[in-house]
């Protein structure tokens, strides 16, 4: 785990990259905004913290570190005891963690519970949507410290999601009051989405989705498919972080639409 800090004093904001190793668009945000520093009024710390993950290129080596939450300092597995530090450095936070797919080249957010302040720092940041997780949260980041936005950059080891990690840090950092610049103004209404069920993948050669993420998929539809194994909609959904090869054993999420931010 490597933290960097811009500022003096104890920050109250940090930004995450790099919990899963595979994911490199958090690490490359973060040092696009050192190399390229932003004067501060309150002072951030910057965390990249699964290098080890991130040096085999994986996305961890023992365990997945954002379902290892709270951890424990005395087991055999690297990400439960990384977890246990991780979150003793971001407690006292407001948290920006970056994250990449297989699903979506645009940004959106992921948030615990849409609070006031949830919602002030989403509509501040240039994503296409909301993704509200509450019951769904066991072991992950937003089950320890209260105050965490993640956001999904893009595709996963591509130079957009990169880029677009640096543009997000930027804008969070404004929006958390860090920099002075103000903060983003959005032009269009933001969706809000409650996260599902899993979309369960039956081991096979191919898989195949057919649907889009965050379109509404109508009743009997024809949503993804395991070998001649197809999935139909038994009711109306959106799909969301759905690819055919991005999870062993699933392959997306269902998602009601909730709401609109203004
Ligand atoms: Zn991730």
Redesign the pocket.
Known sequence: MRIEQLGDRVPEVAVVGS??GD?PCGRDGIEAVLADPPEVNTPVKFIIANEAALEANQRYLDTDL?RSFPGDADSESHETRLAVELAAELQDCTVLSL??TQSYEGLFALVDDLTSEMEELCSALSVDAVVQTKGANEGRLFATVDSVVEVECGYQGSAEAAENAEKVIREFLAATGVTAGPPLQRDDPLPVFQLGEPIPKAAADQYEVFVRNFEQVPEGDPVAAADDETVVAEEPFHPILLSANGYEDVFGFTADRIGLLD
């Open positions: 919990i899963h994911e954002n994250h990449s």
